[in-house]
């Protein structure tokens, strides 16, 4: 079967850097996205990585090696509105959206 | 600001009533997904549409139903609702076909008592 895995929660500190983690296993890959969502609102895009390496997009930044079926989204100068869930989906080779479950990040002051 | 609006924001409804639930964009996209999501927990693709008169069904397709009459307009209905069908409904559309970024509605909290 195709599988997402991700933390469920992760906790950090306002200012600090936290990683989030994401590994998958699909039929076939066409490129991994990452979307943020706020408590009771809908996924907005953050970033989508087909090829191996590190995109970075002010201080988000979101890497990517498809030998090893794993990505990471990296944010920096971490702020309070930063606290969300970060979804991680990848495209299969039907060009279907598998999502991951989410992992929830708490900004503590 | 996303250009995909969903009726109604929220809904509580008695077992065993049809309900439709509204999605437009104004993008001009061709592809439009329907999902279901609860609190804490991955999003499942119940429908999605490549454009007019096409629609597929994902996982949870099996007790609704859609229509793609126009390129707009995507609606959901449920024909009997349950306390199981209870949760977010998330409607999305994009510009690719294939790999493209999803805009997604701001949701449709359903209640079935």
């Known amino acids: 079967g195709q599988n997402i895995d991700q933390p469920t929660e992760m906790t950090a500190t306002e200012g600090a850097i936290v990683q989030i983690n994401c590994t998958y296993q699909?039929?076939?890959?066409?490129?991994l996205f990452w979307y943020q969502q706020h408590a009771g609102e809908a996924p907005t895009f953050l970033s989508y990585?087909?090829l191996d390496g590190l995109e970075e997009k002010g201080r988000f930044s979101s890497f990517l090696s498809r030998s090893k079926g794993y990505s990471y989204l990296l944010l920096k100068e971490l702020q309070m509105k930063d606290s969300a869930s970060y979804l991680c989906?990848?495209?299969?080779?039907?060009?279907?959206?598998?999502w991951g479950a989410g992992t929830k990040l708490i900004i503590k002051p | 600001e996303a250009d995909i609006y969903q009726t109604p924001r929220y809904l509580v409804i008695g077992t065993g009533k049809k309900i439709t639930l509204e999605c437009s964009q104004t993008m001009g996209h061709d592809k439009m997904y329907w999902y279901q999501q609860d609190p804490g927990m991955e999003l499942h693709l119940i429908h999605y549409?490549?454009?007019?008169?096409?629609?597929e069904k994902g996982d949870l397709s099996s007790e609704s139903t859609v229509s793609r009459i126009r390129t707009e307009h995507f609606p959901l209905t449920l024909e009997s609702a349950r306390p199981s069908h209870t949760s977010q409904y998330l409607c999305a559309s994009s510009e690719s076909r294939d790999t493209g970024e999803l805009f997604f509605g701001e949701g449709s909290r359903l209640t079935v008592l």
């Open positions: 989906a990848v495209v299969d080779s039907n060009y279907q959206l598998i």
């Open positions: 549409s490549y454009g007019v008169n096409s629609t």
């Open positions: 990585n087909v």
């Open positions: 699909t039929s076939g890959f066409n490129g």
